[in-house]
């Protein structure tokens, strides 16, 4: 579907390395963990177990978080939409959608991607169940996105997810994919946005380390990696300029301890990674 080489395509490698931490932790099938995920989790070891002890959080310690986070307030929206459709955009090698697929056989579960990542998850959930849907391939930067959201059924809420994405994209890329959203989920009764980011460290002690960890990502991903947001309220200013109608913020200090996503706290909790929620819905607009 997609036409020549995506200018994001260098970003693909990390998704190998996600699904293998995930893997590593437990929380996925060997089917996702990639040899050359393996490769990448060797090398960063040294450095996430230094962080782990003196940052007091390291890369691979964010990453069960956001999932965790994303996958509790799925199973919510589930219960609460039952005919909830879902699009996990640059899907990588996430297990959630085959997760979610045998938990609820009857949910409209769709994952995208770049194409050559769309092909090798295309592949590995068919060895896992025959009938998997296949991972639609797209750049959602480009014309092609619009079509994506035609595929879905109109009379039920679409909720798009994506994790381990938004701090690849400069703020300008960022706001065209969040208006995006918003504006293709306008065929919906309902839509949802639910997706992870990293807030700028501030409230860290090594705040510049992460910093220069993060130019190492954006160099060998030749992306903009950047921190956009500082204050919770940013990003929900943000949401609202996108067009979404409501929007939350959940921090994992707050959310672990709490176990309720009620807790939007309007500071900076001095976590590693956020999640967000943002909304609209068709009647009220
Ligand atoms: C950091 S990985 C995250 C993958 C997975 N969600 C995870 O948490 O491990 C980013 C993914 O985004 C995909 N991607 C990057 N730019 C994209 C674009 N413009 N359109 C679609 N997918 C894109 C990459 O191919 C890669 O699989």
Same mark, same amino acid.
């Not at 490698?13 to 060997?30: D, E, K, L, R, V």
């Not at 220069?212 to 309220?233: D, E, G, I, N, V």
């Not at 109608?245 to 309720?260: C, D, G, L, M, R």
């Given at each position: 579907?997609?036409?020549?080489?995506?200018?994001?395509?260098?970003?693909?490698?990390?998704?190998?390395?996600?699904?293998?931490?995930?893997?590593?932790?437990?929380?996925?099938?060997?089917?996702?963990?990639?040899? %050359?995920?393996?490769?990448?989790?060797?090398?960063?070891?040294?450095?996430?177990?230094?962080?782990?002890?003196?940052?007091?959080?390291?890369?691979?310690?964010?990453? %069960?978080? =956001?999932?965790?986070? $994303?996958?509790?307030?799925?199973?919510?929206?589930?219960? @609460?939409?039952? %005919?909830?459709?879902?699009?996990? $955009?640059?899907?990588?090698?996430?297990?959630?959608?085959?997760?979610?697929?045998?938990?609820?056989?009857?949910?409209?579960?769709?994952?995208?991607?770049?194409?050559?990542?769309?092909?090798?998850?295309?592949?590995?959930?068919?060895?896992?169940?025959?009938?998997?849907?296949?991972?639609?391939?797209?750049?959602?930067?480009?014309?092609?996105?619009?079509?994506?959201?035609?595929?879905?059924?109109?009379?039920?809420?679409?909720?798009? $997810?994506?994790?381990?994405?938004?701090?690849?994209?400069?703020?300008?890329?960022?706001?065209?994919?969040? @208006?995006?959203?918003?504006?293709?989920?306008?065929?919906?009764?309902?839509?949802?946005?639910?997706?992870?980011?990293?807030?700028? +460290?501030?409230?860290?002690?090594?705040?510049?380390?992460?910093?220069?960890?993060?130019?190492?990502?954006?160099?060998?991903? =030749?992306?903009?990696?950047?921190?956009?947001?500082?204050? +919770?309220?940013?990003?929900?200013?943000?949401?609202?300029?996108?067009?979404?109608?409501?929007?939350?913020?959940?921090? +994992? %200090?707050?959310?672990?301890?709490?176990?309720?996503?009620?807790?939007?706290?309007?500071?900076?909790?001095?976590?590693?990674?956020?999640?967000?929620?943002?909304?609209?819905?068709?009647?009220?607009?």
């Amino acid at each position: 579907m997609t036409e020549g080489l995506s200018q994001h395509r260098h970003i693909s490698f990390t998704a190998h390395y996600t699904g293998y931490i995930w893997y590593q932790m437990g929380i996925s099938n060997p089917i996702f963990a990639t040899a %050359k995920g393996k490769f990448l989790a060797k090398l960063a070891h040294p450095l996430e177990s230094w962080a782990e002890r003196y940052v007091g959080g390291s890369m691979r310690s964010t990453l %069960k978080q =956001r999932h965790c986070m $994303i996958d509790e307030h799925l199973y919510q929206l589930l219960a @609460q939409y039952p %005919k909830l459709q879902v699009l996990e $955009i640059a899907c990588g090698l996430s297990p959630r959608g085959w997760h979610f697929r045998q938990k609820f056989p009857d949910l409209v579960y769709r994952e995208l991607d770049l194409p050559d990542m769309a092909q090798l998850k295309t592949q590995a959930l068919q060895q896992l169940d025959p009938n998997s849907p296949q991972v639609l391939s797209a750049d959602i930067f480009s014309h092609e996105f619009a079509q994506i959201f035609q595929q879905f059924d109109a009379q039920y809420p679409l909720l798009v $997810i994506s994790e381990g994405l938004i701090n690849y994209f400069d703020k300008a890329l960022l706001a065209q994919l969040f @208006q995006a959203i918003s504006h293709h989920g306008q065929r919906f009764p309902e839509i949802h946005y639910l997706s992870d980011l990293y807030p700028e +460290p501030v409230k860290n002690k090594l705040a510049h380390i992460i910093w220069s960890s993060s130019k190492l990502l954006k160099f060998m991903s =030749r992306s903009a990696f950047s921190f956009h947001f500082t204050h +919770p309220q940013e990003v929900r200013q943000f949401l609202t300029d996108a067009g979404f109608q409501t929007s939350n913020i959940v921090q +994992p %200090k707050y959310y672990f301890q709490a176990q309720t996503n009620e807790t939007s706290a309007e500071e900076h909790s001095g976590d590693l990674v956020w999640m967000l929620h943002a909304s609209s819905r068709q009647s009220s607009r």
